[in-house]
C-alpha cells in the first residue's frame, strides 16, 4: 500500500499560477497558422486571432504567455515588428525551418493576443517578453521596455501612439536573453553575467511598472551555471530561468510521440522524474546566495521533445500528443507544486502546434490534447496555498520507479485538491490518504486515463483521452483517512472538504 501523509498545519506559501504558464515561439505554426489566420480567414477570429484557441486557453485560465522565443529571441529586432504591415522588413527564421518571417506578428499584435486571452475580473494573461542579448544591442532592449511601458512624452512613446496604441502596456516580465549558453551566443557563464548587469541596468521601471528581470538560466544540470550567475548577479536579478526538456532518446533519434513501447514509457517517465533532481539542486545553490528565496526559479522551456511527425518539416517541431504526454504534464505539475517556495513560474513548449501542445490545429479543426486537459485538471492549483505532502511510493513492477506522486493544496474556499500520478502503465495503486489537522472526505474527483499509453485526441476523434469523474476514492472510519484506488496511467485530483 502507498502512503500519502498532508500536515495541513504547515501550509505556508502559495503555488502561483505562474506555474501554469505557456511559451510560444516563431516557429512552425505556433503563431502563423496557428492563433494567426489573418482577418480575412473564415477561420472565425478577431484581428486575425482564432477565436476558438482563444476561449480554449481561457478555459484553462492562461496566466501568463512567453514570447517570441527561444533560439528566435535572440535573433529577433522588435523595430522590425512593428508600423504598417506592408513596411516590415522581412528576415529568414534561420533556427526553425529556414522560412521567411514577415514579421506581421509583433509587439502589438502579441500584446493584443494576451488581452484576448485575459477574462475580464480576472488575473491577466501576463505577457513575458523575452529580449534580444544574443544578436540586439543594450540600446535596442531599452527602448523595447520604454515602447511597451513609458506613459508620457518619449521617443518610443510617440512611436507607439503613432502605431496606434495611446497607453502603455505596463509589461512586467522581461527576459535579458534565451539559452545564450547555446543557441543565444554560446556565452560562458562568466560572460553571459556580465552581460546579463549591463542590459538589466536599462530595464528601466516605468511609472508604477518595476521590471521582473529574468536572467538565462542553466541548462539542465550544468550547476556550475546556476552558481556563476546567483553570484554575479543577484539582487540584479528576479528570475533565473532554467531549461529542461524529457527526451527519451537521444537528439538524433529522439523516438516517436505516438509509436512507443512500455520500455520507452519508463524511460519517458524517469526523465521527466529528474526534473525534482534539478530543481532540488539548483534551489540548493540558489540558497546559498539566496537564503530567502527573492529570486524565482523559473522553469522557462518543460516539456516531452519527441521526433516530428513523419512527413512534417523537421524545424517545425509538430508532434503528436498521447495519454503518456498528460502522465509527463502532472508529474512537472507536482514537482513544482511542491518547489512552489522557489518555483514561482513554468512555461510548457510549446500552447499550439509545436513540441508538447496543448493545442493542435489543421485548417479550421482545432483538437485539445490530453496535455491540455492535463491544464484543465490542474487549474484547481492556482495561487491555492501548498499544503506539503509525505510520498512513500512503491516501485512500479517492471522498473525501479516509484509509481506514485503527488501535490496538494487549499483554495481560498477552504477546499483542499490532491493531485496524484500512477505511472505504472499496468498495475492500480492503492493508496491511503492521511491528512493531518483536519478532518475531510472526497466530495468530487476527476481522472484522465485511457486503455493504451499511446491513447491520443485526432481530428478525427477528439475526445478519446478526456477528463472523467473519478470514484475511486473512500473515507475509512474517521480521522481523515481516505483510501485511494488509482488505475495504471492514470493522473487523479480529488477535491476535499
Ligand atoms: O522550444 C524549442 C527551442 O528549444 C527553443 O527555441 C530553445 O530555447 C530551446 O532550445
Not at 396 to 416: M, Q, R, W, Y
Request: aromatic share 10%; hydrophobic share 35%; with cysteine.
Amino acid at each position: 500500500m502507498n502512503r500519502i501523509v498532508i500536515n495541513t498545519a504547515d501550509a505556508n506559501v502559495r503555488i502561483s499560477r505562474h506555474i501554469y504558464g505557456h511559451f510560444s515561439e516563431h516557429l512552425g505554426r505556433c503563431i502563423y497558422g496557428g492563433y494567426l489566420v489573418g482577418e480575412d480567414s473564415p477561420i472565425p477570429n478577431v484581428r486575425g486571432i482564432r477565436k476558438d484557441i482563444v476561449a480554449a486557453l481561457k478555459k484553462i485560465k492562461i496566466p501568463n504567455l512567453r514570447w517570441p522565443g527561444g533560439c528566435f529571441a535572440d535573433e529577433y529586432h522588435w523595430k522590425d515588428g512593428i508600423g504598417p504591415h506592408n513596411e516590415r522588413p522581412k528576415m529568414i527564421n534561420t533556427h526553425w525551418g529556414g522560412v521567411t518571417e514577415d514579421n506581421s506578428f509583433g509587439t502589438h499584435e502579441f500584446l493584443d493576443l494576451c488581452d484576448q486571452l485575459s477574462e475580464p475580473g480576472n488575473p491577466r494573461c501576463e505577457p513575458v517578453i523575452c529580449g534580444n542579448l544574443g544578436s540586439g544591442t543594450v540600446h535596442e532592449m531599452a527602448q523595447w521596455v520604454e515602447y511597451c511601458n513609458f506613459d508620457g512624452t518619449s521617443p518610443m512613446a510617440e512611436v507607439r501612439k503613432k502605431n496606434g496604441r495611446e497607453k502603455p502596456w505596463n509589461v512586467k516580465y522581461w527576459g535579458v536573453g534565451n539559452e545564450n549558453w547555446g543557441c543565444g551566443g554560446n556565452m560562458t557563464p562568466e560572460f553571459y553575467a556580465d552581460n546579463y548587469r549591463r542590459y538589466a541596468t536599462y530595464v528601466r521601471k516605468y511609472g508604477e511598472t518595476a521590471p521582473f528581470k529574468i536572467a538565462c538560466g542553466p541548462n539542465g544540470d550544468n550547476y556550475n551555471w546556476t552558481r556563476i550567475l546567483m553570484e554575479k548577479t543577484c539582487p540584479m536579478v528576479n528570475g533565473i530561468d532554467l531549461h529542461h526538456y524529457t527526451v527519451p532518446g537521444n537528439w538524433e533519434h529522439k523516438g516517436s510521440s505516438t509509436e512507443f513501447a512500455e520500455s520507452e514509457w519508463y524511460v519517458t517517465m524517469r526523465k521527466a522524474y529528474f526534473m525534482d533532481e534539478l530543481v532540488h539542486k539548483h534551489g540548493a545553490i540558489m540558497d546559498e546566495f539566496d537564503p530567502k528565496r527573492t529570486v524565482a526559479l523559473i522553469v522557462g522551456e518543460w516539456g516531452n521533445w519527441f521526433d516530428v511527425e513523419p512527413g512534417t518539416n523537421p524545424g517545425f517541431l509538430y508532434q503528436q500528443n498521447t495519454l503518456r504526454d498528460a502522465v509527463v504534464a502532472a508529474v512537472h505539475f507536482n514537482i513544482f507544486n511542491n518547489y512552489a517556495e522557489r518555483i514561482r513560474m513554468a512555461n510548457i513548449a510549446q500552447t499550439v502546434n509545436v513540441l508538447q501542445s496543448v493545442i493542435l490545429t489543421e485548417g479550421a479543426k482545432m483538437v485539445l490534447t490530453p496535455t491540455y486537459h492535463a491544464f484543465d485538471m490542474y487549474k484547481v492549483h492556482h495561487d491555492a496555498v501548498k499544503l506539503p505532502v509525505y510520498v512513500e511510493s512503491q516501485n512500479c513492477t517492471h522498473f525501479n520507479l516509484p509509481a506514485v506522486t503527488a501535490s496538494a493544496s487549499e483554495d481560498d474556499n477552504g477546499k483542499i485538491h490532491v493531485s496524484m500520478t500512477n505511472i505504472d502503465p499496468k498495475n492500480e495503486q492503492g493508496i491511503r490518504l492521511e491528512l493531518r489537522g483536519v478532518s475531510v472526505k472526497p466530495v468530487s474527483g476527476w481522472i484522465i486515463s485511457s486503455e493504451n499509453m499511446q491513447d491520443r485526441n485526432t481530428f478525427e476523434t477528439e475526445n478519446a483521452v478526456k477528463i472523467q469523474n473519478f470514484n475511486g476514492a473512500r473515507t475509512e472510519g474517521v480521522g481523515g483517512k481516505i483510501t485511494v484506488n488509482i488505475p495504471p496511467k492514470s493522473v487523479v485530483t480529488l477535491a476535499l472538504a
